[in-house]
């Protein structure tokens, strides 16, 4: 009758062991889905934040905006006898 008690203790914990170790790989694969998906999104941002520099650089040169003033709004270098400089 022991024998048989400890048979069946030992044989719950044998499928109770079997059953957290197919729950904890199948939380083990869904979080690694959920890395490489985090993994992808952090790329695609890196990508779009080094455009986005780029793209900041380029509006930001100085030559392009000089020549965008002169030709859009036909402005001019002022003469140096029309510039004040003040000190402090």
Do not use: C, N, T
Not at 28 to 48: G, I, K
Not at 57 to 81: F, K, N, T, Y
Request: no cysteine; proline share 1%; net charge negative.
């Amino acid at each position: 009758m022991i024998r048989w008690l400890a048979f069946v203790i030992l044989l719950a914990a044998l499928l109770a062991s079997a059953v957290g170790v197919v729950a904890m790989r199948h939380e083990a694969r869904q979080q690694f889905v959920a890395l490489q998906q985090a993994e992808a999104a952090r790329d695609e941002q890196q990508v779009e934040w080094s455009r986005l520099q780029l793209e900041q650089a380029w509006l930001a040169e100085s030559g392009r905006i000089e020549r965008a003033a002169r030709e859009r709004l036909d402005m001019q270098s002022p003469d140096h006898v029309g510039v004040l400089v003040e000190g402090r």
